[in-house]
């Protein structure tokens, strides 16, 4: 089965940017999604196609996909973005999402 | 946009079975699949398998197959996700979600999970 991995956790100061990975074996070759979900809450898509911000989310949240690596780029992070994050890709129709990565925001 | 509104939280013993519901408003039903995702205390997300309305047709991850039912009630607007023989390991948040495009794509709709608790 097509595994997706991330780091358990990153940490960063507010103003910095984060990034964070999902590894994959030639993931480039996929439509990585990502999500954002804050304790309690349901998920919320925050990228998807890769690089695409649906209605909402901010120019700071950004993504890339290329070889083995999709990274979620969030630029000038604030105290609002501390949150698990979740990539998100298709194998032959079945759904395989990375183990998240807890954002702390220091 | 879609609104996906789950049922209410249960409790089941070892070895029961578990029916969660999720009813779809303010779209076309049959133009989009559906994913049931869980997530267990403290873990992360975990497909679990889809259905598609409009050829009622579902699969399901190898982890669950012959343990998990997915099924839709056009009739209804209303998806359901039913798990046997149940173990203290099904204890877990399950949502539904909706995929954005129709399918194998993002989702861009969730609800907001019913918490499904197995315990003697």
């Known amino acids: 089965s097509y595994v997706l991995t991330q780091p358990p956790s990153v940490s960063v100061a507010p103003g910095k940017t984060a990034r964070i990975t999902c590894g994959g074996n030639n993931i480039g070759s996929n439509s990585v999604h990502w999500y954002q979900q804050k304790p309690g809450q349901a998920p919320v898509l925050v990228i998807y196609?890769?690089?695409d911000r649906p209605s909402g989310i901010p120019e700071r949240v950004s993504g890339t996909n290329s070889g083995n690596t999709a990274t979620l780029t969030i630029s000038r992070v604030e105290a609002g973005d501390e949150a698990d994050y979740y990539c998100?890709?298709?194998?032959?129709?079945?759904?395989?999402f990375g183990g998240g990565t807890k954002l702390t925001v220091l | 946009q879609v609104q996906l509104v789950q049922s209410g939280a249960e409790v089941r013993k070892p070895g029961s079975s578990v029916k969660v519901s999720c009813k779809a408003s303010g779209d076309t039903f049959t133009s989009y699949t559906i994913s049931w995702v869980r997530q267990a205390p403290g873990q992360g997300l975990e497909w679990m398998g889809r259905?598609?309305?409009?050829?009622?047709?579902?699969n399901y991850a190898q982890k669950f197959q012959g343990r998990v039912t997915i099924t839709a009630d056009e009739s209804t607007t209303t998806v359901y996700m039913e798990l046997s023989s149940l173990r203290s390991e099904d204890t877990a948040v399950y949502y539904c979600a909706r995929d954005g495009t129709g399918d194998l794509s993002y989702f861009d709709s969730w609800g907001l999970g019913t918490l499904v608790t197995v315990s003697s």
């Open positions: 259905i598609i309305p409009v050829v009622n047709t579902s």
């Open positions: 998100h890709v298709w194998n032959i129709e079945s759904g395989v």
């Open positions: 196609y890769d690089s």
